[in-house]
């Protein structure tokens, strides 16, 4: 019902799909696969959605754990493996779906012992997905586009005021690029370039957010 209709009004949709709990995916071998069959199976259902963001924040230990495992980040790796899995099933029943990967968090502290927020910053998480998909030897994309959500470090900061490396606001959407440029140069997963065109990787800034006061009514 609601499709049809937001198609007339012009509406988009896109189906971001993310697992119930953060260990959804890495508490069964089987999870991954079951993941990229129920996408294939919605666009087989929904044939006009063309877009869809596979998961969520893979970086944060709240959508996706374990981030580590005994100091080494593991979590770049079995995101790759569920991204792949995603693209080859969605790209089997529709070519033409654009499949966008990460959704990744502007933030990570990269400290496998923090009391808190055991979390990889999105440049370091980049490079680990960039190094799973080299070691895996594939010969295909993994991802159309790349969600990236540029919260601002505090919920008072300024559009620009950004975050120090290798963290990335706003105003730090180069060292994303230039991150992404690093890990998958020479690879069939294509990279940012200057300008758009065929082969180029594009954004998809499909999250942001500040506080904001309360007018008083008048």
């Known amino acids: 019902l609601y499709l049809p209709l937001a198609s007339l009004r012009g509406i988009r949709v896109i189906f971001a799909v993310t697992p119930a709990r953060a260990d959804s995916i890495t508490s069964s071998p089987a999870a991954a696969g079951q993941y990229a069959a129920f996408l294939a199976h919605l666009a ?12 969520n924040e893979p970086n944060q230990p709240r959508f996706w754990q374990p981030q580590f495992r005994r100091g080494a980040a593991v979590s770049p790796t079995a995101y790759y493996s569920l991204l792949a899995r995603s693209y080859d099933a969605l790209k089997a029943v529709d070519p033409s779906i654009t499949v966008i990967g990460v959704g990744l968090s502007p933030r990570g502290n990269d400290q496998p012992n923090a009391g808190d927020n055991v979390s990889r910053s999105p440049v370091r998480f980049i490079s680990g997905l960039g190094k799973a998909y080299r070691s ?16 601002p470090d505090r919920d008072t900061d300024s559009l620009m005021k950004g975050y120090r490396w290798p963290n990335a606001g706003v105003p730090n959407l180069g060292r994303v690029k230039q991150a992404f440029w690093d890990a998958f140069r020479g690879t069939r997963q294509p990279t940012f370039r200057e300008g758009t065109g065929r082969g ?8 942001l957010g500040w506080q904001v006061g309360i007018v008083p009514a008048a």
């Open 44 to 55: 087989r259902t929904f044939p006009t959605v063309k877009d869809y963001v596979v998961g």
């Open 136 to 151: 895996s030897r594939r010969r295909a994309p993994i991802m159309d586009e790349l969600a990236f959500h540029p919260y």
């Open 200 to 207: 180029s990787m594009t954004f998809r800034l499909d999250e």
